[in-house]
């Protein structure tokens, strides 16, 4: 069955600089935001979209459709796990607790079919998991003078992309305890793993930017092209 997928859309995209929230900035002649929609939104597995948005943000009508699926927005947070957590309380009720629900970003707009499908089919078969890519440089520990003072391991080592994937009702539980200890989790992964879950990592394409600084939207430019 077709998953839903919870989009944080409510950052307001510092590190990108420019008059508006990256999500929101122009690339490829459109709002970045609606080339990851219509991405996610184009996708069999996907049921579809719940997009977490600042409060005083415009670009979406109450209640939409994106290609023929129905597309919900909600206010997201002050963290982008907050955001999370209010876009799975904002799905329909039909999305049972058990389900497994999709999280991407939305400063990802270049993100693959076939690694969508991959994450889908391989971490659905557990308790979820994430696409990812192991580490391809030398990893360094930096003092506060930026003076390399140690070499670490490379091996195991991996970044984290989205989408993730997790139960509905486990990853708000695994959101809501974190919120409560004060700490704040930079992914959905980092809440699961913290209640003894450890999720899937899929390796996926290393294309899949999240669009985070100026010279980022020259560059999913290009690889929008080449990613479909
Ligand atoms: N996000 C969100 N709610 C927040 C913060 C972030 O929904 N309170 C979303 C962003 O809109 C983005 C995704 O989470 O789609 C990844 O976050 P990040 O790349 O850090 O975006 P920003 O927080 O907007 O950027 P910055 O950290 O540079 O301000
Ligand atoms: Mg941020």
């Known amino acids: 069955d077709a998953l839903w997928c919870v989009v944080p859309a409510a950052g307001k995209g510092v590190r990108a600089g420019g008059d ?69 309380h904002a799905l329909p009720a039909g999305v049972a607790d058990d389900e497994f629900v999709l999280v991407h970003d939305a400063a990802r707009p270049c993100v693959r079919a076939v690694d969508i499908e991959r994450l889908v089919e391989l971490a659905g078969k557990g308790e979820g998991g994430l696409l990812g890519a192991p580490l391809r440089d030398t990893l360094k520990r930096a003092d506060a003078g930026c003076h390399s003072i140690a070499t670490e391991a490379r091996d195991g080592r991996w970044r984290a992309f989205t989408p993730q994937m997790f139960r509905r009702a486990a990853l708000a539980h695994a959101l809501r305890l974190a919120a409560e200890a004060g700490i704040v989790v930079s992914d959905e992964a980092m809440a ?37």
């Open 192 to 228: 699961m793993e913290r209640t003894g879950v450890s999720p899937l990592l899929v390796e996926g394409s290393e294309d899949n930017i999240k669009v985070t600084t100026p010279a980022d939207f020259a560059l999913a430019e290009f690889l929008l092209g080449r990613t479909r």
């Open 20 to 88: 508006r929230p990256k999500q929101y900035q122009w690339l490829a002649g459109r709002p970045l935001i609606d080339h990851t929609l219509e991405r996610l939104a184009a996708h069999p597995r996907i049921a579809g979209l719940l997009v977490a948005i600042a409060a005083d943000d415009t670009h979406f009508a109450a209640t939409d459709t994106i290609g023929g699926k129905p597309l919900i927005v909600t206010v997201g947070g002050s963290e982008r796990s907050a955001s999370v957590l209010a876009g799975l």
